[in-house]
C-alpha cells in the first residue's frame, strides 16, 4: 500500500493547528487518527492524502467544523421544525 497520507490537528480551544511529516497508508493514518482522537480529546486529529488533498484546505475546514456549534439532540433547527408542521396542517382553501 502506497504510504501518502499524513495526520494534521487542531486545537479545539485555542485553534492552533498542524500537520505530521510522516507519511503512511490511508488504513494507518485513518487508525492513528481515531487513537489520537480517543487519547486526546482536546484535538482533532484527520487523516489527509496529500497527494488529492490540500493539507492548508483540510485544516481550514476542520477549523470551521470545530467552531461551529453542535445542537443537543433533542433541538429541532427551524426549518426543520416549521416542515414538520406544516406537514400536520390541514390545507384551508380562502
Known sequence: MEKTHIISW????DQ??????KLMSKDEAETLAAELN???P?????????ISEDV?????RAKERATT???PSNVIPLPELAAEE???CE???V
Open 10 to 13: 487542531i486545537a479545539i480551544q
Open 42 to 50: 482536546g484535538f482533532l486529529h484527520i487523516p489527509v492524502d496529500t
Open 56 to 60: 492548508a484546505e483540510t485544516l481550514a
Open 69 to 71: 456549534p453542535a445542537l
Open 91 to 93: 390545507a384551508v382553501e
Open 38 to 40: 480517543e487519547e486526546h
Open 16 to 21: 492552533r493547528t498542524g500537520a505530521g511529516k
Open 86 to 88: 406544516a406537514a400536520t
